[in-house]
């Protein structure tokens, strides 16, 4: 039996056992330092230290370890910074599609821009190990509600440190709702993976099963989850019904990827459910919020549940962030400093770009728009009237379209979605038009974003406020309209129309008069881009493969088509050599 834990971090007992490296070391030592408390400790507090242990469930989504922005991660391979948990999920779901091209040739990084990789890549394999990681921390919490009593913990009594079972119980929920959301992405990315339950003994090894088996381990989980869910409004921060739901919305979207068998009618159901759950505030009484980009700025928690503005609550499940408080390389630092350049230039056929417009005062300059991603906006010259472009630089800025040279920041449009400003109260973002003149006597007016003091400069900082969004209404709006067009029982093309002009109609675009599979693929991009869906959707519109190609895939300018097995990313060849013959490679790697 452990005898102590960390206030911190008690997820470590599963972390070695697929080749993972854990920075907390073996739970079975004495406490070492301060933060540990022993079983009397416990005991005397178990609200603070059963809080603080279900906090690590949570915070693992947000930081990469207890050291600061790159120190102490919770797992090696990657540096501290590329191994937080948003932005591995984004290195594999958004990297080598048509919506962004990374410029830098970092370690492993370059084949995901390529889509060129192999199984000793480090960010596949650093990924592997960060969902797993998450996945073993909840695990253990789940294990310790169950071990209590081994500790002389009682449950129940009276006073600030008691704990009840209701809320012990709704902590489980909770964790197991998280388990499962990295499971979605093991899913997604692996397929015939492993799987960790809170039901192995410490120093079982976790078997291989196929994708098959392990989604529906996974759905009845999280369907039972779902079914015991209270209805109540949870605490900013902490996931509520709408996440369980909108997760299952996910997976029942791409099932017949993942089991060969369609789920259309039940991701409607489930669709329906949350979209009733939000209808009469919003925009046109739709729950959606009234602006777009407010819902990726320094202050969208008033969107998230809990939040300010509970009748444009859009942000169904978010990852907090707070300045000081969460200073990741990952998270909203990592989204909106990649795809900024501070630009100064007096010539600006060279490119013009002001950091502070964002919110920032640090810009890496690694990230913009790849030619065909940019299209879909009908981006030629300057934005158009699509809201969603607003805060993007194009031609008259100095950027061109043309990814070509590949690893030059101006070439290619840059792209801003995430700003480190905060919105008005009403939930509103304040955009201006910013006028200056070049040296060669050019005019050039481009938007600006944030809050001005008294000198016209934006507050910043070099991490940000600005929270993750891991699923929004919008994203469910649009999987009721996939479903539709796939003839859901209950569903209609026409209603399935609506809900594709309900967003455009947003982003200030008029109606199409035609539900298509094209039309449908194309918004979720619009709506969606950099929120982690993008290679799923091309998966399941038949265009990631072939039939579709953009700037740099495969390695090639034009463009080319992958190998057939690319639908699943390669086991990490490390986790392989720890299991030795209990583990098969994906096909074709």
Same mark, same amino acid.
């Given at each position: ?6 206030? !911190? ?18 739970? /079975? ?14 005991? #005397? ?8 242990? &279900? ?91 169950? #071990? ?61 099963? @196929? ?9 009845? /989980? ?9 209805? @109540? ?40 459910? !949350? ?26 928690? &008033?969107?998230?549940?809990?939040? +300010? ?33 501070? &630009? ?14 964002? $919110? ?84 050039? @007016? ?9 000198? $016209? ?49 947003? +982003? ?14 194309? #918004? ?6 950099? #929120? ?41 060849? /490390? ?15």
């Amino acid at each position: 039996m452990k005898s102590y834990f960390s206030k !911190i971090f008690t997820g470590a007992a599963l972390l070695s056992l697929a080749g993972f490296a854990s920075c907390t070391g073996d739970l /079975d030592q004495l406490p070492q330092d301060p933060n540990s408390t022993t079983a009397v400790n416990f005991a #005397e507090n178990p609200r603070e230290y059963i809080g603080g242990v &279900m906090a690590k469930c949570y915070s693992s989504l947000a930081v990469s370890g207890q050291g600061g922005p790159n120190g102490d991660a919770d797992i090696s391979g990657l540096d501290g910074g590329t191994s937080q948990w948003t932005r591995t999920i984004f290195m594999l779901e958004e990297f080598p599609t048509d919506e962004n091209l990374w410029l830098y040739d970092d370690g492993g990084v370059d084949e995901m821009r390529w889509a060129t990789w192999g199984s000793a890549n480090v960010a596949i394999f650093g990924t592997y190990s960060r969902l797993y990681t998450h996945i073993a921390v909840c695990n253990d919490f789940i294990r310790l509600t169950r #071990e209590l009593g081994d500790y002389g913990i009682e449950v129940g009594g009276t006073g600030d440190t008691a704990i009840s079972q209701a809320e012990i119980d709704q902590f489980v929920l909770e964790a197991r709702a998280l388990r499962d959301l990295s499971y979605y992405y093991v899913i997604d990315f692996f397929g015939n993976a492993v799987v960790a339950w809170d039901d192995m003994a410490y120093g079982e090894i976790p078997p291989q099963t @196929t994708r098959l088996e392990l989604y529906n381990k996974v759905v009845e /989980d999280l369907e039972d989850v779902l079914a015991n869910f209270p209805d @109540t409004t949870p605490v900013y921060g902490r996931i509520g019904k709408d996440a369980v739901e909108a997760l299952l919305v996910k997976f029942y979207l791409n099932a017949e990827v993942y089991t060969g068998t369609a789920q259309w009618a039940k991701c409607y159901e489930h669709c329906k459910n !949350i979209i009733n759950r939000h209808q009469g505030g919003g925009y046109q009484g739709s729950g959606l919020a009234n602006d777009y980009l407010s819902l990726f700025c320094a202050s969208n928690k &008033m969107f998230a549940p809990g939040g +300010a503005l509970t009748a444009q609550n859009e942000i169904l499940w978010n990852i907090p962030q707070a300045t000081t408080y969460c200073e990741p390389w990952g998270g909203s630092t990592f989204l909106v400093n990649a795809a900024i350049k501070n &630009m100064p230039n007096t010539d600006f056929t060279k490119g013009y770009m002001n950091q502070l417009w964002y $919110g920032t005062n640090d810009s890496w300059s690694c990230m913009h728009a790849r030619k065909e991603f940019a299209e879909l906006f009908d981006t030629y010259g300057d934005i158009t009237g699509d809201k969603r472009t607003v805060l993007w630089l194009t031609e008259s800025a100095g950027f061109s379209i043309e990814n070509v040279p590949y690893n030059e920041f101006q070439a290619g449009y840059a792209s801003i979605k995430y700003t480190a400003v905060p919105c008005n109260s009403d939930g509103s973002m304040p955009i201006w038009d910013y006028t200056i003149t070049d040296d060669n006597g050019l005019v050039l @007016t481009l938007p600006r974003a944030g809050v001005a003091d008294a000198d $016209g400069n934006v507050p910043y900082n070099g991490h940000h406020d600005t929270n993750v969004p891991v699923i929004r209404l919008a994203e469910i709006y649009l999987s009721a309209a996939e479903c539709a067009y796939n003839g859901a029982s209950g569903s209609s093309q026409s209603e399935g129309l609506n809900y594709v002009n309900l967003i455009r109609n947003r +982003a200030g675009l008029g109606n199409i008069t035609q539900l298509t599979s094209q039309a449908l693929l194309d #918004e979720r991009a619009r709506e969606l881009y950099w #929120e982690n869906n993008r290679r799923t959707d091309l998966i399941r519109f038949g265009k990631w493969i072939s039939g579709y190609n953009w700037s740099w895939k495969g390695g090639v300018q034009t463009g080319t088509n992958l190998p057939s097995h690319f639908n699943l990313y390669p086991l990490p060849s /490390d986790v392989l050599a720890t299991y030795g013959s209990a583990m098969t490679q994906n096909t074709g790697y």
